[in-house]
């Protein structure tokens, strides 16, 4: 059974950064496609990021530019770089990995982005 397990969330000001790691355990994470995603309080969850097995990454618009996702396979990690971050970017953040029909989610890890 895959599990996922997200780190890395705190408070930051403006214009800070911060890096979210996400643990997988099992044997998918290598050749599983990999998001993460994020909630804000009363709204509905956001696709923020994501990465193919083969290491190809798209990005919400709104993280272009700021956000970095990447993925060390050798270790079944999955991680995302956020620089430039705005109080918009506060959220819970979740990383996901979709196997076909497959998806699996993490427990989520805060994000504050406040002065």
């Known amino acids: 059974q895959v599990q996922l397990v997200e780190s890395g969330g705190g408070l930051v000001q403006p214009g800070g950064s911060l890096r979210l790691s996400c643990a997988a355990s099992?044997?998918?994470?290598?050749?599983?496609?990999m998001g993460w995603y994020r909630q804000a309080p009363d709204k509905q969850r956001e696709l923020v990021a994501t990465i193919t097995g083969g290491g190809s990454t798209d990005y919400a618009d709104s993280v272009k530019g700021r956000f970095t996702i990447s993925r060390d396979n050798a270790n079944s990690r999955l991680y995302l770089q956020m620089n430039s971050l705005k109080p918009e970017d506060t959220a819970a953040y979740y990383c996901k990995l979709q196997f076909g029909s497959l998806e699996i989610w993490g427990q989520g890890t805060l994000v504050t982005v406040s002065s």
């Open positions: 099992g044997s998918l994470f290598r050749i599983a496609a």
